[in-house]
């Protein structure tokens, strides 16, 4: 039969039932096959035994293969007419025929014949005379070399030769489209001397070992080899849209099989499963969403149904429970029949079954199926030993040196920056993919587990979200006079609780406590909201932001303790019960609500928080003989003569807030070359990038008019990363076995997820290390090196440590790139976690561009040629920490003030990014504008260089982010910039930030 191989069962029962015991319960779907399967009959009864059943087009009819010719011990090929019950005989009827296939749009079908084998009725002869003994040949399958492809009319005639190479040509099937047939053939074991004598013996014991996976035109011209994988290949199918085919692959020793897809020229390729058993026949239900394939994971000998979802992203589910082979299923056209071969029988023998198919059941059993572990891989399984191939979870087979070279580099890429993976977002199922993809590389270039529990995985908790209890949240507000006014005010509306706030109650009076600030320092610089103003067991209203009008420098003293968390706090320690922030009329969003989810860590402030509307405030501030405007007016220039904290007379507010964090998890993985033996300290170099990316956007996306909701693939932000760190893995890894005497230090490879959510995964690491901190005595890290331009590279982190100018004064005589050294270790990627706990730092980074963070950021804008370079600079540079007797010094750097200007603490908003790799021009040039935002409503483009702001020269990003900081929103501001050395002004009226 087409999936049936040449293994002896008996011999190796024991075997596999060692390999599967307690499976039992594992995939089973709950129920009996009755979930999936009604209305069981059987279609076949003549002859001998029956199976491989295939679908015309229409639905109508059945081409089988079947023992029932009277002078003809082997199968011949058979047409049944399913209403009807007619049947004839399609085959010529001499030798032996198997794998058949109906062509759709014709009245051709297909099979693969032995009877142009000169010896062919001999072996028919001599069958009948072992038969006649009382013997029954071992259970396996003939891989006949004079196997080859034919086609024919349903009627028999026309019968016209495809393949003509010598060697076993079989389990061939059409395209949906009728127009190419894919095939297995063994032509390549041919001359057997040709082969080694390993191979040769091979051939004797497990001759399937040498098939591989070919396509050709239906009229058998142009016949393509596709894998080149050691082990069997066979059993292939076209997808219902034909892209894809579908097909199982065999270990070296025959004793293993899961399934795979691939795109028609042989890339692309997909694992599907990972089951530890023999798992064959796929074939795909017509809604492409799953494939059906029989597997022996219970027991050697019982081969039961099962069914994957179309990416093998979930365990398989159990669709039969019987202890018989049920095997080689096809779903109808319609996909509501299927027809398996059995034997279920009364004599035990295999024939047709056909059952009506729920596919609903299957949808909801696959949904409620656990998402499959790929980490654990088949026991036995073997790449293929000509390319070094590597899987992932969703099985993508990739080629593979362990030197680096632009092929890996790019192969890397573009399934880390593929669709299927959905833009990497922290926690979805593309990082998983991302992740089980990385972690199968490490172990086959020989890293050592350096994760939790043995494994490559470091595990972290992340608050993905909160969501409202709509009804637990309420505030009101009690106006005191002659006779008392309750007023309701509805959540989501009037107000909303903030992502930090604590979940409770709070009930009392209220005072006003202007910004909320409490800023240390001499006279000139302190600050304090909170001078002579008792909160205790108060409810506290304060502004959102800081002053307005005050200039720059005052801004960016004052914005070090403006974050709401911070202002929380204040209150809490001071005994307050509450805290109502309110966004004042001279503040961007006057009046509106905050986002729940302003802040990523989302922990509890130990004290009630929510935002409230002006509807609230007016209320608050009636019988106060005092106006939030006039008041903030006063503070917005540091009045002295306002008194900008009070207590809100007449007023009682009771509050109560409820949320609920929506928890999530991720995974950092590491792996780890160790030093070698004899190593005076355990120390490490840290090598690492983030994986994660933002999925399809959201509000950190830059996507332009008619982007919006795509996939943010992030080829450059940042699969570029981590393809460079990959492949120094296995670089360094082979250099290690090569020279072991240079790694006096070994290496952890660190890569990181959560980093767009605020470099969650390694800062998780720097808290919850799985080595001793104090043992790594270097991090460098990869976060955007794939957009290399006019040899510019840029390197951040050099005043971490004294002997980074010295390293790259050195390796730089021999790559020569235009280095823009940066002394700042605070950068807002990975670095900035394991600064702060004693390592010395760098970050490599090719520059922002106008993909960035946009769907357009794709692997094919990638310099790939760059990234080699980038890799082979940096690997001479771990080389030498590797092999240093000295240790690099640490460098305390303290956060400079424009640092901690935060774009969170910006008012306007402008939609421009500027290029902060840029050297030698006055002004300020953008690496992009996004789209419909006021610059590109100005005018503004990319590449624009901006020279004046309101009148204002503009030599610097400082300067830039001073002019938008301090010119507000919502007023039109002339822009002076400089476009192709010509000077344009243009107009823009900027945005408040939301």
Known sequence: MKRILSIVFVSVLSLFSQLNWGVYDAYANGKDEGQFLTNIRQLTNQGKSAGEGYFSQDGKYLIFQSEREPENPFYQIYMMNIESGETHRVSPGTGKTTCSFFRANSDEVLFSSTHLDLE???????????????KKRRFTWDYDENYDIFSSKRDRLGLKRLTDAYGYDAEGAYSPDGAKIV????RNAYPIEALSPEDQKRMQTNTAYFGEIYIMNADGTDQKRLTNWRGYDGGPFFSPDGTQIIWRHFNEDGMLADIYTMKLDGTDIHRLTDFNSM???????????????????????????????????????????NEIFDGLPVFSPDGQRLVWTSGRTSTGESQLFMADWNHEAALEALRASQLRLSYQPSQSFSFPESTNQIMSEKGVVRPFSSEIN??????????????????????????????????????????????????????????????????????????????????????????????????????????FAGYGLSVPGNEGKLYDSYAGLDVKDKIVVALHYVPEKVDMKRRMELNRYAGLRYKAMLARERGAKALLVIVGPNSPGPGELLQISSDVTYADSGIIVASITNKIADVLFANSGKSLGSIQSGLDVEDSKVAGCFELPWVRVKVSTAIEQIREKDHNVLGLLPPIEGAEKTEYVMIGAHYDHIGHGGVDSLARKGEEGQIHNGADDNASGVSTVMELAASLAEERKKNPQLFRRGIIFGLWSGEELGCLGSSYFAEHPTVQLKDITAYLNYDMVGRLKDNNLTVEGLGSSSIWTKMFEKCNLTFKFNLRLLQDPYQPTDITSLYPKGIPVIHFFTGVHEDYNRPTDDSETLNYEGMLRIAEFSKSMVIDLLGSSE??????????????????TRRAYWGTIPDFTVEGIEGVKLSSVKGGGPADKAGIKDGDIIIEIAGQKIKNVYDYNYAIDTLGFGKSIEVAVLRNGKHEVMTIVPEARK
């Not at 062919?120 to 009382?134: M, N, P, V």
């Not at 309420?474 to 959540?491: A, P």
Request: a neutral charge; hydrophobic letters at 35%; proline letters at 4%.
């Open 279 to 321: 798992s064959w026949a796929p074939y795909y239900h017509p809604s492409g969403k799953y494939v059906i394939f029989h597997s022996n994971k219970y027991g050697f000998a019982n081969c039961e149904l099962f069914i994957v979802d179309v990416h093998g992203e979930k365990e398989p589910v159990r669709v039969t429970c």
């Open 183 to 186: 095939f297995c053939s063994l």
């Open 120 to 134: 062919a009725k001999a072996k028919q002869h001599a069958e009948f005379a072992f038969r006649s003994l009382g």
């Open 406 to 511: 632009v092929s890996d580099l790019k192969a890397e890429v573009q399934y880390l920056a593929s669709d299927k993976l959905e833009g990497r977002m922290t926690g979805s199922k593309g990082t998983q993919m991302a992740a089980n993809y990385i972690v199968e590389y490490f172990k086959e270039i020989g890293l050592k587990p350096s994760g939790n529990n043995g494994t490559y995985f470091q595990e972290f908790p992340f608050i993905s979200g909160v969501k409202i209890l709509h009804d637990k949240n309420c505030l009101q507000i009690t106006k005191k006079g002659n006779e008392d006014v309750e007023l309701k005010f509805e959540v989501n509306k009037d107000f909303i609780p903030l992502g930090f706030t604590t979940n409770g109650e709070a009930e009392g009076q209220v005072v």
């Open 887 to 904: 240790r690099p010094d640490y460098i305390k750097v303290a956060q400079s003030d424009e640092q901690s200007l935060k774009k969170s």
